[in-house]
């Protein structure tokens, strides 16, 4: 498993995730591991239903939540929440 | 598994969330479902994880997500993504 395996979900549109991780597990890559933190973590979810459900038939899914301890701009530690969706064909 | 053991997140504070699941749990329940959609699957993963982190120690816990077809106030059909999370002690 390597970091080129994982896509980092983030702000930008559903679509361009889901073509990103669609776009891994057509190439060499039996493994695609989907990370996101805080409010992104609903976003993390569409993409996984939305590849497994449109695009890619029988990949098996492995969800694991944590909690992140962060530094914010205030230099203050806060907790985020964290899900990793692991998606194998 | 009843309904009665199943907490529904939705737009109040989390910390209300992190309540019902502990009391629930804090009962006869031995498991606890927490079930949520689209934007509130965020808030459904703190709970589990402040649950988790600092109330009740050496739950297990397994999650699984869906994709449901609601018809939205215009009678469209929309999918929505959905989280379970099952805690267990």
Redesign the interface.
């Known amino acids: 498993m390597t970091e080129e395996n994982t896509i980092y979900i983030g702000k930008k549109p559903t679509m361009n995730y889901v073509l990103a991780v669609v776009t891994q597990l057509n190439r060499e890559s039996t493994e695609v591991v989907i990370k996101a933190r ?5 976003r993390a ?2 993409v ?2 939305i590849v497994k ?1 449109k695009f890619v038939d029988g990949l098996k ?1 492995t ?5 992140e301890h962060l530094t914010n701009e205030e230099g203050k530690e806060v ?1 985020v ?1 964290a ?1 990793e ?1 692991t998606l194998t064909k």
């Not at 969800?63 to 909690?67: G, I, K, L, N, Y």
């Open positions: 805080g409010k992104s973590i609903s979810v569409d996984a239903e459900r899914q969800v694991t939540t944590d909690t907790n929440s899900i969706i």
